[in-house]
């Protein structure tokens, strides 16, 4: 059973656009919850982070969206730029600590 | 500050086999975690270690292992070693009392 789940395994948008990246998770004792970004043969990256007490967080050009009551959260990045294009994966945690469950990763490709 | 270090980067075993793979967190991260990626289940959880102590586990068989040491460096282990067992193994690395794990470069394993 998939506790978190990226619907779109890709998507493609243009240099200077948004670009929306979404996630959904059914655990309902998720807290914490994070998103990574991942380039072949690399380890993930970290991007940016939410809690559960908050709905939303912002970095620079990322940010993201949290609505607890339908189990979804939303990552935008805007402007888009070429450089983005990688694999994108949102992680949950529970307040038991240092386990991360991860979606399945949505690949992003921002054309110039 | 340096990041994550895993050693080896690339290691190419044989079915039976058993391997020993390396993580270095980052100065002051006390815990590490391991997770292993492959194209069909993506991003699993394998276990976290803390103050030389296994605090979580995934579900993996017992042929996956791990320990850390007083310095924080962990290994972790795989005995007779299976084709299935073929896959990028991450290290990730956390301050204690933060949610936000910092992952390594990653072991790409090759079972033949």
């Known amino acids: 059973d998939q506790q978190v789940k990226q619907n779109s395994p890709s998507l493609s948008v243009q240099e200077g656009r948004i670009s929306i990246l979404n996630c959904d998770y059914t655990?309902?004792?998720?807290?914490?919850f994070l998103w990574y970004k991942k380039y072949p043969a690399e380890g993930p990256t970290f991007l940016i982070s939410i809690s559960s007490i908050k709905d939303k967080n912002e970095d620079g050009r990322f940010t993201v969206f949290l609505n607890k009551s339908a189990k979804h959260l939303s990552l935008h990045i805007v402007p888009s730029q070429p450089g983005d294009s990688a694999v994108y994966f949102c992680?949950?945690?529970?307040?038991?600590?240092?386990?991360?469950?991860f979606g399945g990763g949505t690949r992003l490709m921002v054309k110039p | 500050k340096a990041g994550v270090t895993q050693t080896p980067r690339y290691l190419i075993k044989t079915r039976g086999q058993q391997v020993t793979l390396s993580c270095s967190p980052i100065s002051g991260h006390r815990s590490v975690s391991w997770y292993q990626q492959t194209p069909g289940q993506g991003l699993q959880f394998l276990f976290e270690?803390?103050?030389?102590?296994?605090?979580n586990k995934g579900n993996f068989p017992g042929r996956f292992s791990g320990r850390q040491f007083s310095n924080s460096r962990s290994e972790m282990n795989v005995s007779t070693l299976e084709l299935g067992d073929s896959a990028l193994y991450l290290c990730?690395?956390?301050?204690?009392?933060?949610?936000?794990?910092?992952f390594g470069p990653g072991t790409r394993l090759t079972v033949l």
């Open positions: 992680a949950a945690s529970d307040n038991a600590g240092n386990m991360l469950t």
């Open positions: 655990n309902s004792m998720f807290d914490y």
């Open positions: 990730a690395t956390t301050l204690a009392g933060y949610n936000e794990q910092f």
């Open positions: 270690y803390f103050s030389e102590t296994q605090r």
